[in-house]
């Protein structure tokens, strides 16, 4: 159930209430695609680090260890010993961003395991059961990612067939949810909205969507190419015909300002891999802008990564050990760049949230806006 506390101009404060706990929103996930943050990140540094939600691949878990597999030791959540809430993604993004070849047809998808190349299909039902076998908080709806741009009437057709099986996989759940040895019958499940960067696309695919009453609704299908005008223009013109009673998620975006444009705009939750993927390159977020810790001017630099964090990471360890760290090529230099970036991130949402409390959001994005994706 969502909870509308204040709002802002467009910007939302709300709260999110779940079997597994309320999330305070807007609201960061951090992903843990296989079940585990990349960078040797565990659940219980997550929770140091001021997360809320962890995301979790149902892709990538069905194929290893499998979802049979971690439905007999319990469910995603004592397999990863998170208590908190989690998202499982439908696995639809990877099947079309990872299967070199795929076949797509009404009743799901024919594709090629990118690990080792044996054949597999995923429908809307199959990736159902598998999120249901997971256990997780919320479950993704299962629907088709296209390149941006595609092409119009390709974009139309796509749209209507992800509306078709966003039907089946709310008969899917249902049906689950009353079984006797389901891990977790209060599952809840998000619809997608999809149409590519055709506004009225997006708006009638919005309308539709939103009449089967989910427990959240997600833009998807952004973030893949186009520009971030296009993307906020997007946002824009559908956000509108988003039910205000529910959750608002903005799927795999992004950067610091990606997150400030979009609660500005009403978006309420975020996922994206770029804190711990950028961090294990060495590229560090902070409130002066992004700073390469590689470069050889932080030899002999003292300070923290960021003097404005109260991270574990900058009360403890300073640039130099840290850029030794990575030069040499030590596992520790990721780890501690990555437990920073997701702290950052989850500090940024936490900020959002405390402005909105105090009616000063306009005032925190417009001081932020121009620093947080300067390079330092």
């Not at 951090?30 to 939600?53: M, P, R, Y």
């Not at 696995?91 to 047809?105: P, T, Y």
Request: charged share 25%; glycine share 6%; with cysteine.
């Amino acid at each position: 159930m969502y909870k509308l506390i204040k709002q802002e101009n467009n910007a939302r404060r709300g709260e999110f209430i779940t079997p597994h706990g309320t999330v305070q929103m807007p609201a960061f996930m951090n992903v843990a695609t296989c079940g585990a943050i990349k960078g040797a990140v565990s659940a219980f540094d997550l929770k140091e680090l001021h997360c809320q939600v962890q995301l979790c691949n149902t892709y990538h878990l069905h194929l290893r260890p499998t979802d049979k597999v971690i439905k007999q030791l319990q469910g995603i959540h004592k397999f990863t010993n998170w208590n908190g809430v989690i998202l499982t993604d439908s696995g639809g993004f990877q099947v079309f961003s990872l299967a070199k070849l795929r076949n797509i047809k009404e009743e799901g998808v024919y594709f090629n395991s990118h690990i080792d190349g044996r054949k597999i299909f995923m429908s809307p039902e199959i990736s159902i059961e598998i999120q249901s076998n997971l256990g997780s908080t919320i479950a993704m709806a299962f629907d088709e990612c296209i390149e941006n741009p595609s092409e119009y009437n390709y974009t139309k057709n796509s749209c209507d067939r992800t509306y078709r099986w966003l039907q089946r996989c709310k008969s899917a759940m249902e049906r689950l949810n009353n079984l006797d040895d389901t891990i977790n019958k209060q599952q809840m499940l998000f619809g997608i909205n999809q149409g590519g960067t055709y506004n009225d696309l997006r708006i009638e695919h919005m309308k539709k969507i939103r009449e089967l009453d989910l427990d959240g609704y997600a833009i998807g299908g952004l973030a893949v190419g186009e520009t971030a005008e296009e993307m906020y223009d997007v946002i824009d013109n559908v956000i509108e015909y988003m039910p205000k009673d529910k959750p608002r998620y903005l799927m795999g975006v992004g950067t610091p300002v990606n997150i400030l444009e979009a609660v500005y705009r009403g978006v309420d939750l975020f996922d994206c891999v770029m804190p711990s993927r950028n961090a294990r390159h060495g590229h560090i977020f902070t409130w002066d802008g992004i700073r390469n810790i590689r470069n050889e001017k932080y030899t002999l630099d003292t300070s923290p990564l960021d003097e404005k964090c109260n991270c574990p990471v900058c009360q403890k360890f300073t640039r130099a050990y840290i850029r030794h760290l990575f030069k040499s090529e030590e596992m520790l230099g990721m780890r501690l760049a990555v437990m920073h970036n997701l702290y950052f991130y989850n500090t940024l949402m936490e900020k959002i949230r405390e402005n909105l409390d105090n009616s000063t959001f306009e005032e925190f994005y417009n001081k932020n806006i121009s620093i947080l994706g300067k390079r330092i």
